[in-house]
C-alpha cells in the first residue's frame, strides 16, 4: 500500500516531442504528489508538484495530470529539449510528512 | 533562504571500517529530516527520518543508524561498513506544508 509504481523504467525522445511519465498509487492517505528531476551525481531537485483535489497543475513545458479516482498522475514534458534528459522520480507523501518515490524514469532526449 | 549541506561528497571506505556522513540544514526551524538511499540506476529508498531533536525513524532494518543531535544537524553512521552499504547518500529537509528539498548527496564505496 506505501508503493508508488513508475513506468517506463527509460524514456527515449526525439527533441521537440512530448515526454510522458506515469504513475500509480494504492494508499489514498497520501496527500502530496511531487516530481523530481536527478542529473547524473546529483541530488534530485524538486520540479513540480500537485494535491489531489487538483487535476492538472501546468509550470513552463512540465504538466501533471491527476486522476484521483484511478489513482494514477503523469508528468508531461512538451517540446522535449536535450537539456532535459535526465532520471525523473515521481513521489507521494505520506502522513508522517515522508515521500514514498518510484523506482524512477531514465528520459534521453535525442537531438 | 533555506540550504541544506551535505559532506563529504565522496567517500571510499574499507569494509569494517566505521561511518559518518553529517548533513545541516540552514535557513528554518524544526524542519523534518531525512536521509536516503539510492543504489546504483534505482530509486530512492528512506532510511531515517526524524521530526525533531533525538526522534529518529527506522524505515529499514540495516547496519546504519542515525542521530540528531540538533535541530538542524542529522549524522548517519556505521560502526562497521558493508560491501553492500555502497551507494549514493542523501539527505533532505522539509517542514510542514513544504516537499522535502535534497543534499547533493554523498557517493559512498566500499571496498
Known amino acids: 500500500q506505501q508503493q508508488v509504481k513508475q513506468s517506463p523504467q527509460s524514456l527515449i525522445v526525439q527533441k521537440g516531442g512530448i515526454s510522458i511519465i506515469n504513475c500509480a498509487y494504492e494508499?489514498?492517505?497520501?496527500?502530496?504528489f511531487p516530481w523530481y528531476q536527478q542529473f547524473p551525481g546529483k541530488g534530485p531537485a524538486l520540479l513540480i508538484a500537485?494535491?489531489?483535489?487538483?487535476s492538472e497543475k501546468k509550470e513552463g513545458r512540465f504538466t501533471i495530470s491527476f486522476n484521483k479516482s484511478a489513482k494514477q498522475f503523469s508528468l508531461h514534458i512538451m517540446d522535449s529539449q536535450p537539456g532535459d534528459s535526465a532520471t525523473y522520480f515521481c513521489?507521494?507523501?505520506?502522513?508522517?510528512?515522508?515521500?514514498?518515490f518510484g523506482k524512477g524514469t531514465k528520459l534521453s532526449v535525442k537531438p | 533562504s533555506q540550504t541544506i549541506h551535505q559532506w563529504p561528497a565522496t567517500l571510499v571506505q574499507p569494509v569494517g571500517s566505521p561511518l559518518s556522513l553529517e548533513c545541516t540544514v540552514e535557513?528554518?526551524?524544526?524542519?523534518?529530516l531525512y536521509w536516503y538511499r539510492q543504489a546504483a540506476g534505482r530509486g530512492l529508498q528512506l532510511l531515517f527520518y526524524?521530526?525533531?531533536?533525538?526522534?529518529i525513524s527506522s524505515e529499514v532494518p540495516q547496519n546504519l543508524s542515525a542521530s540528531r543531535p540538533q535541530d538542524r544537524q542529522f549524522i548517519l553512521s556505521s560502526k562497521k561498513l558493508l560491501l553492500s552499504d555502497s551507494g549514493f547518500y542523501l539527505c533532505?529537509?522539509?517542514?510542514?506544508?513544504?516537499?522535502?528539498?535534497f543534499g547533493q548527496g554523498t557517493r559512498l564505496t566500499v571496498v
Open positions: 500537485i494535491r489531489p483535489d487538483v
Open positions: 535557513g528554518t526551524s524544526n524542519p523534518n
Open positions: 494508499n489514498t492517505a497520501f496527500d502530496y
Open positions: 526524524s521530526v525533531g531533536i533525538g526522534q
Open positions: 513521489a507521494a507523501r505520506g502522513s508522517q510528512g515522508n515521500l514514498i
Open positions: 533532505a529537509w522539509s517542514v510542514l506544508g513544504v516537499v522535502a528539498f
